[in-house]
């Protein structure tokens, strides 16, 4: 009778260690990344680490039983701390990798694109400011811990299907990121594109706001400044002709457009006391 008491007690430990949640009174998002090659052993070991389960060698009689010890596919995870083993082990079964949906506003450098995945995965500035100016703006379903070559070619394949058609040249995209940057409506950038480029003919300095450089240099910066959106792209593409050589943007977001250089400085002392 002893005997029997005994493994009961013991079967009820081992199924209260399975079934019951580590955390009872927690529910915390909790992301855990099983690394390609990661042995069942492993990954247990490391789910104890993080308070996740009991006991280790629970979660790996589980997979052993349920068939799951070599079907644990490599990823980031999202868990609620207070879910149990079947349930952990279920989502890694199921290969339902955590993801997380990130907006990235039109003009974002690489780095601010940098700072808006930072929770989500690594990623180095440089690797991204190699790619500045073909990092679409948009909004991304990123999976956590995804590969920063990925998430790179992603999104310059977006770039490239928002832009088939496009005649899309370096200088193009060079020009589109400066108006990204200094202009707000699509009109105003259609007009300061046509500014820029005559200025670029004529062989007068840009004189952007947003970019030093162009004051002190003639021509178009060597790279793009930030990553343009397509209302930017296209206006770079499209420029509207007109007689102004000058603009300005008042601090209400508003284009002052000028002929000439006094009716400029007129409207800078006038717009911009």
Known sequence: MKKYLIIILMLGIF????FIPKK????????????????????????????????????RIYSFLRGRDNNLQAGC?????????????GIFASGLIAKEKITIP?????????????DVTRLDSATLAGHEGYLFPDTYEIPYCMEQEKVVE??????????????????VVVMASLLEKELITKEDKKIASGILWKRLRVGMPLQVDVYLWTYENYGLPKKPIANPGLESIEASLNPKESPYFYYLSTPEGKTIFSRTLDEHNFARAKYLK
Do not use: C, D, H
């Open 15 to 18: 199924g209260g260690m399975i």
């Open 24 to 59: 009872l009174s927690r529910n915390e998002a909790v992301i855990f990344q099983i690394e390609k090659g990661e042995s069942l052993r492993e990954i247990s070991v490391n789910l104890e680490k993080e308070g996740l389960i009991w006991w280790n060698p629970f979660f």
């Open 77 to 89: 995870y999202r868990f609620s701390s207070a879910m149990n083993i079947p349930e952990i082990s």
């Open 106 to 118: 039109e003009g974002f450098t690489s780095e601010q694109i940098q700072q808006a995945l930072k």
């Open 154 to 171: 992603i999104m310059m394949g977006n770039f490239n299907r928002k832009t088939t058609g496009l005649k899309i040249t370096p200088e």
